[in-house]
């Protein structure tokens, strides 16, 4: 039955690769056709990205660069099946920043560090149909200019990531109900203060871990 529907098998697929079941969830983002729905935008391309990512991460365990790099290289990629595009200000820095790691266990080390570049040029997001200045892959603008040697900017950044996070925990949330498209299910379902509150937790945790304060941010 869920075959039957793009929403439930993007949902499936989220399941596969919360299970790590990269090879399945890759079968159906490749395979099937999705079609755009409303309150859909995105999903579909978010988990082609999210296997692409799990399995060039898991060819780099294995020892297996060039597979690696195949793997993030296609995440950057849209193809025609998921029927939607990259929206122009989405952040991609976590796909560059573990393209440049490929690159470098490659022995390709101007590539890497022209890809790392790049992943911490990238400033803001766009997410949930709309420009944010900061969101989870602004982690990823940090790790890369950590990889470029660049640690004070990193850390300016990670600290500014952190009142973010404070900022949003005590935001009251609202949802508007006129919206054309929100990219979830379940909308009137939702518990917004609790998952705003999640979301804060997450960025500080990201955060704190990047400053190497591995405790606070396993606990966050």
Do not use: C
Request: charged share 25%; hydrophobic share 45%.
């Amino acid at each position: 039955l869920a075959s039957t529907r793009d929403d439930l098998s993007v949902e499936l697929v989220s399941l596969y690769n919360q299970m790590q079941q990269y090879d399945k969830a890759l079968n159906i983002v490749r395979s099937r056709k999705f079609q755009p729905w409303e309150r859909g935008e995105g999903l579909a391309l978010g988990q082609y990205v999210r296997t692409h990512l799990a399995l060039g991460r898991r060819a780099l365990r294995q020892g297996n660069a060039a597979e690696a790099r195949r793997s993030f290289e296609a995440a950057l990629d849209a193809p025609e099946n998921l029927g939607e595009a990259k929206h122009p200000l989405a952040n991609q820095s976590d796909i560059y920043y573990w393209l440049g790691v490929a690159l470098d266990a490659a022995g390709e080390s101007a590539a890497a560090r022209e890809t790392w570049e790049r992943a911490a040029e990238h400033r803001g997001d766009f997410q949930l149909m709309r420009v944010t200045s900061f969101s989870e892959l602004t982690f990823y603008n940090a790790l890369a200019l950590l990889r470029l040697g660049r640690a004070k900017d990193a850390g300016e950044q990670l600290q500014v990531l952190i009142e973010f996070a404070a900022a949003l925990r005590s935001e009251e949330p609202k949802i508007d109900y006129f919206a054309t498209s929100l990219p979830q299910m379940l909308l009137f379902e939702d518990d917004a203060r609790k998952r705003n509150e999640v979301r804060a937790d997450f960025l500080e945790a990201q955060s704190r871990i990047g400053l190497g304060d591995i405790v606070a941010g396993r606990a966050l």
